[in-house]
């Protein structure tokens, strides 16, 4: 049986990390403070936002909530981003997305500070994990990934790791980060021939397609890690479940992230460790 690789412990040892990080920047005048902008009341939303706000209060990170209409004008909108960039005592800006059709996403993603890009959606902080330059910060689940890795003593170095999934928010700049930590990094997606063959020959996989329980036993072999960093609700089967099929995973992998419960309970922990991470940038 997978050694199952939780989340709660490692957001736990982060948050203790945070906590005496923060204190110390306390101590300095300098009180790390995120802004959560939110448009509207999507409950995906509301429900991250409540989880970083009780992990935030953990870690003597400050909230400044700013909230805006799901009608709001594009004038409106962007007047408050801009605040947000300009306002010296903020110093993380989280900025939910997709915002509504009459805002422009694509202008809201490039004006945001990079500098404040708490969760690597700028092309700033995109630049700065390609180029492992300390310009803006990874995105959190990207990260989250990461820690889960450091934390369990699993070093990527030397290591064959497959990543399935190519997009912007988790598959490519993971990889990044893993080739960074020394791995020799395999970026599979829908155009690929013969996932299985790739990520069966690998030491670690990332499964981030966002198509659930596409993994099965025919993608993996033993002695593998795998993160799942998919989360979707199951109708059939009435819960939530990863990318992977956890049931034809366990008996065959050396470990393995469970959904829920792994990558998902570390990334309000990372948020929270960027905004540190930025108001101590202030200090150089």
């Known amino acids: 049986m997978a050694e199952v690789l939780k989340g709660m412990p490692v957001a736990k040892a982060i948050s203790e990390e945070l906590k005496a990080r923060s204190e110390a920047l ?20 509301l429900s991250y936002e409540r989880g970083a706000m009780k992990r935030a ?33 903020v110093h993380g800006i989280l900025m939910f997305r997709p915002l509504p059709k009459q805002l422009d996403g694509e202008k809201a993603r490039q004006m945001l500070a990079p500098e404040k890009d708490v969760d690597g ?7 700065g994990v390609f180029a492992n330059a300390k310009v803006g910060f990874p995105p959190c689940t990207a990260q989250a990934a990461m820690e889960i890795l450091k934390f369990y003593g699993i070093d990527p170095k030397g ?34 021939v013969d996932v299985p063959s790739v990520t069966k ?46 049931e034809e995973a366990e008996p065959i992998v050396a470990a393995i992230t469970p959904v829920p419960g792994g990558v998902g309970s570390v990334t309000t922990a ?11 940038r202030t200090l150089s």
């Open 121 to 127: 959606c700028t092309d700033g902080s995109l630049a």
């Open 57 to 89: 209060e953990q870690t003597g990170v400050a909230v400044k909530n700013v909230v805006l209409p799901a009608d709001v004008d594009s004038e409106t909108f962007f007047k408050a981003l801009d605040g947000l960039n300009k306002d010296g005592s």
């Open 26 to 45: 306390q101590a300095k005048g300098i009180v790390p403070t995120l802004a959560i902008f939110r448009v509207g009341e999507r409950d995906d939303d």
């Open 159 to 192: 290591k064959k790791a497959a990543v399935i999934g190519r997009s912007l928010v988790i598959g490519r700049p993971v990889a990044m980060m893993l080739m960074h930590a020394n791995a020799t990094v395999t970026i599979c997606h829908t155009r690929t």
């Open 270 to 280: 990372v948020l929270c460790k960027h905004v540190i991470e930025a108001a101590e």
């Open 201 to 246: 020959e690998a030491d670690i996989v990332i499964a981030a397609s966002g198509q659930m329980e596409s993994v099965g036993a025919e993608y993996l072999s033993e002695g593998q890690t795998v993160i799942d960093v998919g989360i979707g609700w199951n109708e059939e089967k009435g819960k939530l479940c990863g990318d992977v099929k956890f």
